[in-house]
Antibody, heavy 116, light 107 residues
């Protein structure tokens, strides 16, 4: 069955960078977009962007350009999101989701805490 | 960006009730509207895609309708396990955008 397994919780200092992973199993990884979504309490769900692992094509929410960078490794069926220059505003739960314009399966979420 | 306005923001209903959540898009999104359910402490899960199509394994008491700019999610015969926050999301254009959510509570 389709599963997306994300990396564990992270505690980072302001100004640092972090890389979150999302390992896919149970389907052809290269053929589906991987979406990245941010969730903060009181802020609902926010779309960061997406990557198509087979081609490396990406689409970013303008709001997150310069903040988020997506990569994918088809040999390990793993997608990555790097977040740079972290601030407290980046503290959130980050989800990856499989998509063909519809986010049908989601990872379990990675909690990022940015604190000095 | 397409704004997704969801109402109500919270809703209290009794077991067995039928409830409706609405989602209004600021532009025409045809039928590119999905609904997600997020139970407390859990991940979002797809309920309905392309406005009215039930995702695999979703109970038939959930239904969706609409096209263009106006959409509804209906839950009939409300069950205790339906306690959750529900989100709509448009897939018509970039950036993808979500509604603000509807928190459903049982009276």
């Amino acid at each position: 069955q389709v599963q997306l397994q994300q990396s564990g919780a992270e505690l980072m200092k302001p100004g640092a960078s972090v890389k979150i992973s999302c390992k896919a199993t149970g389907y052809t990884f290269s053929s589906y977009w991987i979406e990245w979504v941010k969730q903060r309490p009181g802020h609902g769900l926010e779309w960061i962007g997406e990557i198509l692992p087979g081609s490396g094509s990406t689409n970013y929410n303008e709001k997150f350009k310069g903040k988020a960078t997506f990569t994918a490794d088809t040999s390990s069926n793993t997608a990555y999101m790097q977040l740079s220059s972290l601030t407290s505003e980046d503290s959130a739960v980050y989800y990856c989701a499989r998509s063909t314009m519809i986010m049908d399966y989601w990872g379990q979420g990675t909690t990022l805490t940015v604190s000095s | 960006d397409i704004q997704m306005n969801q109402s109500p923001s919270s809703l209290s209903a009794s077991l067995g009730d039928t409830i409706t959540i609405t989602c209004h898009a600021s532009q025409n999104i045809n039928v590119w509207l999905s609904w997600y359910q997020q139970k407390p402490g859990n991940i979002p899960k797809l309920l309905i895609y392309k406005a009215s199509n039930l995702h695999t394994g979703v109970p038939s008491r959930f239904s969706g309708s609409g096209s263009g700019t106006g959409f509804t999610l209906t839950i009939s015969s409300l069950q205790p396990e339906d306690i959750a926050t529900y989100y709509c999301q448009q897939g018509q254009s970039y950036p993808r955008t979500f509604g603000g959510g509807t928190k459903l509570e049982i009276k």
